[in-house]
């Protein structure tokens, strides 16, 4: 909070102080305070207008918040900017997907993620995301295996990429190995996530250990109270 208020500060006294504006938004968005984001975003990205990273900033904000057609436009208008450069093009392109998978256009966002893996199939980040968003939707999971394994290989003891691994796991029914890889990373040391015992909680009932899946779901919403639906799960699962 001081730094975003001390470099509020600064903007107001010299508004032309790009530099202050870009670090602002990176705290407003590692700090997930996305309202500030997508305002301070506008106003730097409008003022800034040649600068790839206020762009995308401002479009990560409006992602965000439903705001899908700003989000939209923004990722357009950063693409033209990102000219030739392979990294800024797979950011925009994997951003693009985003919106499209939350707008439930999934045919747009899978396009989408396999146009930037054509422009760099060696992106992790792409291939974990694509592989993830596959295995959501039940969809080619055969495919979303491999490429979860690829992932995995090249950087272990990545638990946000082991997470997607897992998951992928369950949903092609191999639950003894799905298993096996959450509690890896549950017992990891690092800092617990939601998403870890939501998923194995999945895992466990599918199980038939529905004791097991009710403790890790509530420890799930301990760390993250607007996984409401959980809630719905443990009563089915008491039942």
Not at 35 to 58: D, I, M, Q, W
Not at 105 to 117: M, N, P, R, S, V
Not at 140 to 157: P, Y
Request: charged fraction near 30%.
């Amino acid at each position: 909070m001081e730094a975003s208020s001390r470099l509020e500060e600064i903007i107001s006294v010299n508004p032309d102080n790009y530099y202050a504006w870009e670090k602002l938004l990176f705290i407003y968005m590692q700090n997930k305070d996305y309202n500030n984001l997508v305002k301070r975003g506008e106003e730097c990205a409008t003022r800034f207008n040649r600068s790839f990273p206020a762009k995308l900033l401002y479009a990560n904000g409006a992602l965000e918040l439903g705001k899908y057609s700003i989000a939209l436009d923004e990722l357009k208008k950063a693409e033209i900017l990102a000219e030739d450069n392979k990294q800024f093009i797979v950011q925009v392109l994997t951003m693009r997907a985003d919106v499209y998978y939350r707008m439930k256009d999934y045919l747009k966002a899978f396009e989408t993620y396999e146009t930037a893996l054509n422009t760099d199939n060696q992106d992790l980040t792409v291939i974990n995301n694509y592989a993830y968003y596959l295995a959501e939707q039940n969809t080619n999971l055969k495919e979303a295996e491999k490429m979860s394994k690829k992932v995995i290989d090249q950087e272990k003891g990545n638990n946000t990429f082991l997470d997607t691994y897992g998951w992928v796991l369950y949903k092609r029914g191999k639950l003894e190995e799905a298993a096996k890889v959450m509690q890896s990373i549950i017992k990891s040391g690092d800092k617990p996530d939601a998403v870890w015992f939501e998923h194995y909680g999945y895992i466990l009932r599918k199980q038939k250990k529905c004791k097991e899946a009710i403790e890790n779901w509530k420890t799930a919403l301990k760390l993250d109270s607007n996984k409401t639906e959980l809630i719905k799960e443990i009563e089915n699962c008491e039942k």
